[in-house]
């Protein structure tokens, strides 16, 4: 049993983690459509001296305004993507610390479908970015230097899916045959 207490407190730090995350993201989010909104508009929003933020960013960087909106417009739409990743994630947490172990048919279910979510919704992110800069690219050619291969957790989701059949697994050998919707 000591080890299933580990796994809970485990289970609490992930459910915080989540949290934390999902906030972090709404934040990220919320900057990242105040900066092009502040961008279309013109506001100097930080000026030293004769230096401004927008100055900075396009001599220094060598970045340009298509590739600096095509930027921040990828990084909102991956703030929702893993706001809504961590919600899932969250109420995972909040079932399996309820039901008090991860040893159930009902959080197998529900550790794959996570799992399943955490290929997807990257992917689709992915999908959506690469035919937004597509287009985009198209019209300013400079928005093609504009990675994302960085911006997929197909690894963890996997990892995922497979951990949930070592949960059914554990389910079934201490006798959970209880299918409970999630």
Known sequence: MKTLKIIQTLMKIAKI????????CIVGFCLCAAGIVSLALGVETLKIGDVTLHGLIENEAGIGMPELYAAIAVG??????????????????????????PFT?????????????AVVIPLAALIVCSIGLGIAAHFYPAVEKIRLSDYSSVGTG????????????GAEQIGDKTETAG
């Open 17 to 24: 983690l989540c949290r934390i995350i999902f906030i972090f």
């Open 105 to 117: 048919l009902r959080g197998s279910k529900e550790l794959l479908r996570l799992g399943i979510l």
């Open 158 to 169: 996997v990892f995922m899916i497979i951990l949930s059949l070592f949960c059914r697994s």
């Open 76 to 101: 909102m739409v991956f703030c929702v993507s893993e706001a809504v990743l961590c919600r899932f994630a969250e109420n995972y947490f909040k079932n399996e610390l309820a039901d008090g172990t």
